[in-house]
């Protein structure tokens, strides 16, 4: 592969040297470090004119440094007169940062409607000071504590798709956001990537009985991605709902798993609760192995304590994350490798191929 130039961050240098060795193209020497004052420090050793860039960068580890990073290595190749410059994230920094998706991370408090619900029933209407309607309810959630400011929550998300434009990268390849929606963000071509093909191979090799195992959907969001895997194993479908969203423990089970393997797919483990409560639900309802699968493994907080001490028999991500340190502290995770997949991707955007057809092709088989 000719005028190809493969750089790395600091987030997941591991990934990137497998995708290199995938790919038979060597890293591009790069020095990346810290000002005595933490600016951060990038300067590239190689030449990069008139070459197609790949940035491989994931948002993880330090992620606000990491993402300075990519936006000054995306700058220092633009000035640096690249053809064309593609930014790689595995894990998109602040993909998780919709208003959506923010809602469903801030604590589970009762607000808007609610509260006001819970201040009729007091017999409080007559009150002059009570204002009234949406945004005042929204209000007496913030002013009582109950919440906060939760329709002003900041997209951080969208402030990151655009610095990555203005940076001046030309295209960007990541892999299973947690909101789609954000492909929609950019002015630039987006190659939507899944981890699906990867998983359904581990599926295959890992899960013993896996022809009479249960998909399980862990909220009614990941459902669309649990029955496309149904579909495809011929397996059948389950899904965990929460049936009061002010408590998460109040969860309840739709479907059959009782003396069968159940496998819990979801996009991201992160603090690991959800696996921890599903894990449990499906326990009760006599599942014999319970396996956890998904796309990003970021095990923040204690969520490997969770892990631990959860019925799962084994929990499986893919390395857009490093995995390397959690699989020393828990002995259940394992990794599922998608450097072959993204050596592939990059193969045929440098020469024009279908990215898509990866995915059409797996649908067929």
């Known amino acids: 592969m000719k005028n190809i130039v493969l750089l790395t961050g600091s987030s997941h240098p591991s990934l990137a040297q497998r995708i290199s060795e995938t790919l038979g ?12 004052n933490q600016e951060s420090s990038v300067e590239i050793k190689d030449s990069v004119r008139e070459k197609h860039v790949y940035i ?8 606000n440094d990491n993402v300075i990073e990519l936006f000054i290595l995306i700058q220092a190749c633009r000035m640096g007169s690249a053809k064309r410059i593609t930014v790689v994230t595995p894990l998109f920094p602040y993909s998780r940062q919709s208003e959506r998706s923010q809602k469903k991370r801030l604590p589970q408090h009762q607000i808007g409607t609610e509260i006001m619900s819970s201040l009729l029933q007091t017999g409080n209407t007559s009150s002059p000071s009570l204002p009234q309607g949406s945004f005042a309810q929204s209000f007496m959630g913030m002013t009582s504590g109950e919440g906060g400011y939760r329709q002003w929550c900041a997209r951080a998300g969208t402030l990151v798709a655009n610095l990555l434009q203005a940076a001046g990268a030309d295209h960007l390849i990541a892999m ?55 579909n495809k194993l011929n397996l059948d479908f389950a899904l965990i709902h929460k049936e009061d969203l002010a408590n998460t423990e109040n969860m309840g089970l739709v479907g059959e798993v009782e003396g069968r393997p159940a496998i819990i797919l979801d996009d991201i483990i992160d603090s690991g609760s959800t696996i921890g409560l599903a894990s449990e639900i499906l326990k009760r309802h006599g599942a014999t192995d319970i396996y956890a699968i998904a796309v ?38 394992k990794t599922i490798d998608i450097a072959p997949m993204l050596g592939e991707i990059i193969r045929r955007t440098f020469y024009g191929e279908s990215v898509t057809q990866l995915f059409v092709h797996e649908e067929q088989a």
């Open 296 to 333: 990003h493994g970021v095990f923040s907080g204690p969520a490997l304590e969770i892990i631990g001490r959860s019925p799962v028999t084994a929990v499986a991500c893919t390395n857009t994350v490093p995995q390397e340190e959690f699989r020393k502290q828990c002995s259940k995770l």
């Open 176 to 230: 299973d956001l947690h909101d789609p929606q954000y492909q929609g963000f950019f002015h630039i071509p987006v190659d939507l990537i899944y981890a699906e093909p990867s998983i359904i191979q581990w599926i295959r090799s890992e899960v013993p009985n896996w022809r009479q195992a249960v998909v399980v959907s862990p909220d009614a969001g990941g459902a669309k991605r649990a029955t496309s895997i149904c």
């Open 56 to 63: 491989i960068q994931s948002g993880c580890g330090s992620v």
């Open 25 to 36: 193209v060597e890293l591009s020497r790069c020095k990346l470090g810290k000002f005595s």
